[in-house]
């Protein structure tokens, strides 16, 4: 896809993610059920393409102002933030900075400034398991824009894992005011598994600030901040749908809803999946997710992870963190870290190498929701319960 703009400039790169989100088809997600599909007409829905997938936002309409305006208002912060971060874009600040020298400075914006924080303190908080620079370990691993058995057939040896790992030091990415600098040479900043969240919440910046609406639902390719009600006058639900392969949006099969709170009045979420974009080799399914601690594709995580958190830029670097974790660890770090995360996990409670499909299901007859359970932190129990204040 590409980025809808005058320039038409190439997206940002989130095949490189550390783990595949979950995409949207159509207006609806393939992973979140937005609720109240009909639009009234003092409701509006404007939709577009940006960071290598879509947008769509449902919203209140203003009086007096046109919704061309309003989308272009947001297709212009989507392309800054695209030159800011898009490692697609040679002249973009993240590429001019990833090619720099130890100790070489660059002036920085202040987006790339507010996800550059975010992203540290998830990095901090989970001890390395959100890591924007891991991306030498996924190419080493095979794991770019396209997987391929071949190098699962021929795995890299513990020495390029190690090399490859001396490569990642996001400890040593240095910001004083807005100037970045780096401690070695050849790291390289990738802000795929965030900025996509952090674009969310730009859009509902603008809708709130420049334009004054309160009421509504905005999504990028599975990211979702909501505020206010929807065009039926309720709170904005969304749904979290089992996590099966080769699912269609007329396949999805809806296991638990997050109900937006009265208080705060608002949503910011984010849901990652490990299944999605993956290969199976000797009977085992290998997803882009990567371990950057240990430098190994992650075994045991959980299939589905969904993150409510203060901003979705942060939900999103969490949502990410805990798929890069095994599902134990995850809750662990979850529930110590008081964080609202609902986890997906088969019903046996054994994280299985494999996820099952439609085709799969059907055959054996299955039901599919009988083969999942949800497991919430105590923050998301009480989050759904209504209890948050």
């Known amino acids: 896809m590409t980025y809808l703009s005058a320039t038409n400039n190439p997206p940002i790169s989130y095949r ?5 989100k979950l995409i949207l088809a159509g207006a609806i997600s393939s992973s979140l059920l937005l609720s109240g599909c009909q639009q009234s007409p003092e409701y509006g829905y404007i ?3 940006t960071m290598g997938t879509s947008y769509h936002i449902s919203f209140q309409k203003p009086k007096d102002v046109d919704e061309e ?10 392309q ?6 898009s490692t697609y874009m040679e002249d973009s600040t993240i590429s001019k900075f990833n090619r720099l020298k130890a100790g070489e400075p660059i002036q920085v ?10 992203s540290k303190q998830v990095y901090q908080q989970s001890a390395g398991a959100f890591d924007p620079t891991v991306m030498p370990l996924i190419n080493l691993w095979g794991f770019g824009s396209v997987m391929t058995a071949e190098r699962l057939q021929n795995p890299p040896s513990p020495d390029e ?7 990642l030091d996001f400890e ?19 802000f795929s598994a965030v900025a996509k969240g952090y674009g969310v ?21 599975g990211e979702v901040s909501t505020s206010g009600v929807n065009q039926k006058a309720q709170p904005w639900q969304i749904a979290i749908d089992a996590p099966v392969i080769d699912s269609t949006v007329t396949e999805r099969l809806t296991l638990a809803a997050i109900r937006q709170p009265t208080s705060p009045n608002k949503l910011r979420l984010a849901t990652s999946g490990n299944y999605r974009n993956s290969i199976i080799f000797n009977g085992r399914r290998y997803s882009h997710t990567i371990d950057p601690t240990t430098g190994q594709p992650i075994a045991g995580g959980a299939p589905s992870v969904t993150v409510v958190a203060d901003s979705v830029s942060l939900a999103d670097a969490w949502a990410t963190a805990l798929t890069a974790m095994t599902y134990e660890q995850a809750l662990t770090t979850a529930t110590d870290k008081n964080l609202a995360v609902l986890f997906v996990i088969p019903k046996d409670g054994k994280i299985h190498d494999e996820v099952p499909s439609v085709k799969d299901l059907a055959r054996h007859k299955a039901d599919p929701l009988a083969y999942w359970q949800i497991i919430e932190t105590p923050a998301m129990k009480s989050l759904r319960a209504g209890n948050v204040k």
């Open 69 to 78: 305006a309003i989308k272009q208002a947001i297709d212009k912060r989507l």
């Open 109 to 118: 914006d202040l987006d790339f400034i507010q996800v550059l924080q975010d």
């Open 80 to 85: 800054q933030i695209n030159i800011s971060m």
């Open 201 to 221: 919440d730009v859009i509902a910046e603008v809708l709130h600030k420049d334009y004054k609406i309160n009421n509504y639902m905005v999504e990028i390719g």
């Open 16 to 20: 490189h993610a550390l783990t595949t």
């Open 47 to 49: 939709q577009g393409e």
């Open 161 to 167: 894992i190690q090399a490859a790992k001396s490569l």
């Open 172 to 190: 040593g990415i240095n910001l004083s005011g807005t100037t970045l600098t780096k401690d070695k040479d050849n790291v390289e900043l990738d």
